[in-house]
């Protein structure tokens, strides 16, 4: 009796389906989309690389057909009027080594080609290649009131991201470089942070050091660049913004030319508005041009560009006009992480953020390893930041680390720490 409840029992367990319980934490470390909880204040995007798990698949022989080919062969033409499958398989096979040969000649003769003409492209870069004596340059400062579109307009001009752009305001919070380099010309762009009045004429005193830097470097540029939000002045004008622009019309230095532009024209639906605005600035002293722009769309930038470049004056260039110096990468690195934190972080938390570069270094295979670090004042900051599970500053992280790879080309290692102060 003891014997056949055994064997029943073995009978009943061997029926039931097997459970495989995986281990959730196995899972979490390969999958979750935010670093480990006991080191959720810090980024790195090594932790994001999606495990390269190869299923085991074993490649099956096709089945083998069961009938005599030379009969089937008989079969078909007798009944269909068809060639066997081997004679179709063999034209197949035919017009595809043909395809091949066709293709492998048309490379050798544009490999050959291309060798043919090594010597005269050489030629032609060494002629490309301006001397310094007959470079042009020109330093050009942009200035208005926060989220008037000037770091827009500075990366358009630069072609590639240089400053963070944010609809919220103060969103530069120092000079931003951006470069265009056209035949013998260079045009240095400089994004300020933005500028306003108070009704008694005298700036704002909020940022402090970045607004006195802004004001001291006014008078260096050889043009200054004064823009506005026109869209914006035809909805909601404001006194501050008319005083700056007034003011910089009147202050005028004797060696610098003062252009007024009045940019986000793609926002405008009737564009006779726009002769509205340009009535009310035609008399206004100080400003050697107006331009109708839009920093974001490049409506009449290129206006824009064609009468600096008519301004640049002979001196040698500042910048290489092909490649990136490494401080200007430096910063575009900490402004592409900078816009995330506007963009993901709200409230006054992101500007009382201290943000440092910690650490540059450029590896043996060409990536780069980035560090930065992200200093909060108080512990519920730090708290925001991070956000459940580091959701939040692996969010901020991954997006900033795919764009640095868009702009520099080549891989990034981005790691972001957030401490408390």
């Known amino acids: 009796m003891k014997a056949l409840r055994a064997v029943t029992t073995l009978t009943t367990l061997s029926s039931k389906p097997h459970k495989i ?7 979490h470390r390969f999958y979750a989309a935010q670093p480990q909880e006991d080191d959720d204040n810090v980024f790195d995007s090594a932790q994001y690389a999606i495990p390269n798990i190869i299923s085991d698949t074993t490649a099956q022989t096709p089945p083998q057909s069961t009938w005599d080919d030379k009969y089937r062969a008989k079969a078909d033409r007798t009944i269909f009027g068809k060639e066997t499958q081997k ?11 043909e395809r091949k040969r066709r293709a492998t000649v048309l490379a050798k003769a544009l490999l050959e080609a291309a060798l043919a003409r090594a010597d005269d492209e050489d030629e032609e870069e060494e002629a490309d290649v301006v001397k310094e004596e007959d470079q042009k340059s020109l330093s050009v400062g942009i200035i208005g009131a926060p989220n008037a579109g000037k770091s827009a ?3 358009y001009m630069a ?8 609809r919220k305001t103060n969103t530069t919070t120092h000079e931003v470089l ?3 380099t056209k035949g013998n010309t260079q045009i240095c762009f400089f994004d300020t942070p933005g500028l306003m009045l108070k009704s008694s ?3 704002y005193n909020d940022m402090k050091v970045r607004v006195e830097s802004a004001w001291s470097s006014v008078d260096l540029y050889d043009v200054l660049l004064v ?7 035809l909805n909601r004008p404001d006194s501050r913004v008319m005083r700056l622009i007034e003011r910089m019309g009147a202050q005028a230095h004797p060696k610098q030319k003062r252009v007024l532009c009045m940019n986000k024209v793609d926002l405008i639906e009737k564009k006779k508005d726009l002769l509205k605005v340009a009535e009310e600035f035609k008399d206004l002293p100080g400003y050697e041009r107006y331009f109708m722009i839009s920093g974001l769309k490049g409506s009449g930038v290129k206006d824009l560009t064609q009468y600096l470049m008519e301004q640049a004056v002979k001196r040698p260039w500042d910048e290489d006009p092909i490649i990136m110096s490494e401080e200007v990468m430096k910063n575009i690195s900490l402004e592409v992480v900078r816009e995330r934190l506007l963009e993901h972080i709200h409230q006054e938390i992101p500007y009382g953020i201290e943000h440092h570069l910690i650490d540059w270094k450029e590896l043996r295979d060409g990536s780069l390893r980035i560090e930065q670090h992200l200093i909060t004042h108080k512990q519920s900051q730090r708290k925001i930041l991070v956000g459940k599970n580091g959701s939040k500053i692996g969010r901020i992280g991954i997006e900033a680390n795919e764009e640095l790879r868009s702009i520099f080309k080549r891989n990034v290692h981005l790691i972001l720490q957030v401490r408390v102060k």
């Open 227 to 233: 823009i506005f939000d026109v869209h914006r002045h």
């Open 21 to 27: 319980h995986f281990n959730s934490t196995f899972l």
């Open 87 to 97: 004679q179709s398989l063999r034209i197949v096979e035919e017009e595809e080594e």
């Open 201 to 203: 004429g005298y700036p």
């Open 159 to 166: 072609g590639t991201k240089v400053a963070a752009v944010s």
């Open 153 to 155: 307009l500075t990366n």
């Open 178 to 180: 951006g470069v265009m």
